[in-house]
């Protein structure tokens, strides 16, 4: 009975890895369809159209539109894996609880888009403008490659949009018993550091820089303790009644 079980369980499992990979196909093909018009309309932005785009190989144009095209196909296919693990997962779940987990997936692709956007618009546009403003008080010449421009971008992008996953991160830690209000509080100050090193990393070293990005780190944070102290009593009380 048992290995009937973990055959079923593989089964599903390799139910749920297709649907992922076909829908990832699917858009990776409207990714690859897209993609000049997502990089035109990237280099079209203010700040950007003074930057050059140049190529230093045959294939760096092809690369950057296969990982538009990718990038496109992830940033879409992220509800789908969501879904997917949360259908794996609910026949184990009680009904509340599955009802209960099914926002948790609008609401983390709505933060990531969240994250993506406020990277690309304030962030990068910062870190941009401040090397921008060292090259030209060396009197360097500027001469970017596209493969080094969109590296640079996604090593700003790709941190802050998970870290607006965190009061998803956090709700689900306590609804599932890791963490307490009592917790969060008491780890608030290290939590503070963290997201203070994480601004310094990711922003241009000024300090109105700095404060652009940590203070909304924060501000999240706090958002997520909120929300997560009104999930945690909220269980308190379900559990007082039965």
Request: contains cysteine.
């Amino acid at each position: 009975m048992e290995q009937e079980d973990w055959i079923l369980h593989l089964t599903e499992v390799r139910k749920r890895l297709l649907i992922v990979l076909a829908w990832f196909i699917v858009t990776v093909s409207l990714g690859f369809y897209f993609s000049s018009d997502i990089l035109l309309y990237l280099k079209s932005q203010p700040l950007i159209g003074e930057i050059r785009w140049n190529v230093f190989s045959f294939t760096d144009g092809l690369m950057i539109y296969v990982k538009c095209a990718f990038l496109f196909a992830a940033l879409f296919t992220l509800p789908v894996i969501l879904y997917q693990v949360w259908a794996f997962v609910r026949p184990g779940l009680t009904e509340t609880e599955s009802r209960n987990a099914l926002p948790y997936i609008p609401v983390a692709f709505a933060l990531f888009i969240i994250g993506v956007s406020f990277s690309y618009w304030v962030v990068f546009p910062m870190m941009v403008r401040f090397m921008m403003r060292m090259n030209h008080r060396i009197g360097a010449v500027e001469t970017y490659g596209i493969d080094r421009y969109f590296a640079f971008l996604f090593q700003i992008v790709v941190p802050m949009a998970i870290a607006f996953e965190l009061p998803v991160v956090l709700l689900f830690l306590t609804k599932i018993g890791l963490l307490t209000p009592e917790i969060l509080s008491k780890s608030r100050k290290y939590a503070y550091l963290a997201l203070t090193i994480t601004g310094s990393c990711i922003s241009p070293p000024d300090m109105i820089s700095h404060l652009s990005v940590t203070v909304p780190l924060i501000l999240l944070f706090e958002l997520s303790v909120i929300v997560a102290g009104w999930q945690w009593r909220a269980m308190q009380r379900v559990a007082k009644l039965t």
